[in-house]
Every structure is written in C-alpha cells, then in structure tokens.
C-alpha cells in the first residue's frame, strides 16, 4: 500500500501519512509498524543522567469524519556516558639516597547509574628529571590494557572499561645520585588521561572526552648530621691523668 514517510528538520519530526481511504485489507485487525533510528546529538544539553523524551501521534479521521487524536505515554531515553577518573599515588612518599619508589595510577569507571562503558582510553606519564626509571618495572593489571615506557615517558592503552572496572599502572623510580639532591628538594609527577570514547571506535559524531589528570609531589630527604666534641670534665690537663673528650653526633629532624 502507497505509505508516505517524511521527515522535516525543521520540527525534527517523522511521519508516515496513510493512503486517502484506508480501509483493512481483510476482516482482522491490521497491525502497522514504523521503525526509524536516531542519533544522540553530541550537544551540552545532553549529559549523563539526562531523560530525552519522545510522543507518537496519530492523527485519524474517523469515518464519521471527526478528528480523532491518539498518543502513547511519553517515553524516556536516558542519557548515558562514561565516568572515567584517574588518581596517582607514591610509596614511600619521600624519596631518599639508593631508595627506590613505586608510583601507582589508577584508572576507574565509576559504577553509577547513567554510566556507560568508556573505550580507547589513553594515558601518559613522564617521569620528571632527575629521577631515572627502573628497568621493566612498568606494569597494568586490570580487565584489559597494555603498559610501557619508552624514553622516560610511560604510557598505557586500554581499549574498554566497563562501569565498576578498575585498571592500575605501577612503575618504579631510582633517585639521582645524593650529589645531584638537596634535602627537600620535590620531584612533581603527574599522569594524564588523554583521550577516550563513549563509542566503540569513535567516529564522526561522537563524544570524545579527556583530558584530566592527577599529580603526586614526592619530596627527597637523606641523613642531615651533625658532629659536636666537647670536654665535659673542663679543658685543664694533667701530666698522668685520663682526660675526656666527648663527640656526639646528632641527625636532624627534617
């Protein structure tokens, strides 16, 4: 049968208009489906959480020749997105001569309602000067994801992150020789997350979201001595007799 379908921009409307008359083909009721798709638009008014609600319509002329208006409940489609968060620790938190530190990223979707699964997330981390990177240490555990370093940078791939999973980087550090420290001196590290997707692949329309990151300050602290002598029984010798001196050595607190 001659249906027309149209959609007007304009409105952001579909419509399918019946052939003029419509009558059922046999005795039993007949059934007609409209199935058409729809893009979310990639639009600030449209986030996480957000309910975008649709109505059908249908307008009839009955055989009698009133108007007759029909319309389903509205129907809701929630918005959803990734909630992909990155944090960064150190441990221990100081850094001192011949020690050796592990830094920990960790990469988590956020397990709430609206929480879609994020894709192609991408991670960076340069290791600050000064502080020269264990060989092979750099490592990912978590669902899925590869981790490596490469001229002091260590970087990471995960290609998808349900809600509620968790990815976590580690790497460790050696401090540069005690000569080249000065007792609180800091060392900033901050990881990045560059780059992921709400959409498998991403594509043309599409919401890509990054960057953010999270930043650690490890301070360096090594031994501050200092040596005293004294002569606790005074400073007169005699010929014969024992004399005292006394060295005390005490670390500072820093």
Partial sequence: ESFTYAYASSSNTVSLTFPTPYANPGPTDEHVTVAFSTV???????QRNDDISNVATLTDHSSTGGLVTAANPSLNTLVVEPDVTIAKTVNPTKIQPGGTNTFTIT??????TGVSSA??????????????????SVG???????AGESA????????????????IITYQVNPPVPSAMTNGQTFLNT?????WNGVNGGGAGTRSYGSINSAVSLPAEFPDLVVTKSVPNGSAAFANQPFTWEVSVNNNTT
């Fill in 40 to 46: 979310v638009a990639d639009v600030a008014g449209n």
């Fill in 107 to 112: 990469v988590t979707n956020q397990s709430l």
């Fill in 119 to 136: 894709y192609d997330i991408v991670g960076t981390d340069t290791i600050p000067s000064g502080l020269v990177y264990v060989p092979s």
């Fill in 140 to 146: 990912l555990s978590g669902p899925s994801g590869t």
């Fill in 152 to 167: 002091g940078v260590v970087s990471w791939s995960i290609p998808e992150l349900d809600p509620g999973q968790i990815d």
């Fill in 191 to 195: 990881a990045y997350l560059t780059s």
